[in-house]
């Protein structure tokens, strides 16, 4: 009988190999949708302290709170996205982002769910499809473990 070659195994691909490079994105619900935001701009997830109003403050302005000393502006992220208003929540979160001028601001979300890794194949590019003033703040949807996950350009929304 002839010597049969061993064949190694076939490894696995592991998730992202070549797909390129792999992100990593928050995701949290906003009005009954999943959206996320690159993990890598969040700096922190807060329980809503409490908030002071600011009089004639853009409409997406909550208010402001202190943040250990640092004061933070707060954005109803419905607001900002022009989505239908509700009052927050005992799950209601407050990412708190940094803008390009290093200003921290904190973004009301109505739940925190998971971070999930997403490699560069896996965003489509679809803002252009959504149309109006929310594509300017969208990079685009992602669809992992068959979730329907929009994905938020923070940089935009955060800086004004």
């Known amino acids: 009988m002839a010597d049969l070659a061993k064949v ?3 490894r696995p691909l592991r998730r992202g190999m070549d797909r ?8 949290f619900g906003l009005a009954g949708e999943l959206y996320g935001v690159e993990l890598t701009g969040i700096k922190e997830i807060l329980s809503p302290p409490p908030i002071t109003t600011v009089p004639r403050a853009p409409r997406e302005v909550v208010g402001v ?3 250990r000393g640092l004061l933070v502006t707060v954005l109803d992220l419905r607001r900002r996205l022009r989505l239908e208003e ?3 929540t005992r799950r209601s979160r407050i990412l708190l982002a940094m ?3 290093g200003e921290v601001s904190g973004l009301l979300v109505d739940e925190v769910r998971q971070v999930v890794r997403l490699a560069e194949a896996e965003i489509e590019v679809a803002a252009q499809a959504l149309g109006g003033d929310l ?3 969208v990079l685009g949807v992602g669809r992992p473990g068959g979730m329907f996950l929009i994905l938020l350009d923070l940089k935009a929304i955060v800086k004004d």
Do not use: I, K, M, Q
């Open 8 to 10: 190694a195994p076939a």
């Open 20 to 27: 390129g490079p792999v992100r990593e994105f928050l995701v």
């Open 65 to 67: 709170c202190s943040v």
């Open 86 to 88: 509700r009052g927050p």
């Open 99 to 101: 803008a390009d001028t």
């Open 135 to 137: 594509a300017e703040h």
